[in-house]
């Protein structure tokens, strides 16, 4: 006698790989949305940021300074390919999508969320860039820098998450989409 049993589907969280990587702008939100999403699924947090500060041992922007943007987009590269995921939450900083190599690294090992934010919400949020570590060739304004990059997210995500409220907002359509 055989038995047939109902296969249910599994949630989609299951479909996702076990890490969840955020892309986006400076001032998206990745940080402190990485934060609360390795609280609710208790996973480890890291902001490659801070990561790549603390192992220089400066700020971004001093990294930047001293070593220009082709060194720095190799620094940052290496603290992205050196994340082990397991359980992750990756906030990376907004130029990681430079990196082919990181970016490979990074969908392989974890599902990555686009947070999307509007150009002038970004202005809104950042008050100064001139001080933040952001990478952009000199003669780039910050709206050619964005235009850039949004393609390239685009390009990258397997999700793409609007954060243009607030945080609480943004969180529960992040848990809604996986």
Known sequence: RSTVRARLAPP??????????????????????GKELAKHYDFNFIDSDKLIETIKNKSLQEILDENGIERFKKIEEAALLSVEFNKTILATGGSAIFSQD???????????IYIEVSFEEILDRISNF????????????IKQAFVEREVIYKKYADYIVPNNTDLESCLKRILRTI
Do not use: W
């Open 130 to 141: 001139a001080s933040r570590g952001f990478v952009k060739t000199s003669d780039q304004t």
């Open 12 to 33: 989609k969280f299951y479909k996702m790989k076990k890490s969840i990587s955020l892309i986006g702008m400076a001032g998206a939100g990745k940080s402190s949305l």
């Open 102 to 112: 990181a970016m490979k690294h990074i969908k392989k090992n974890s599902s990555i």
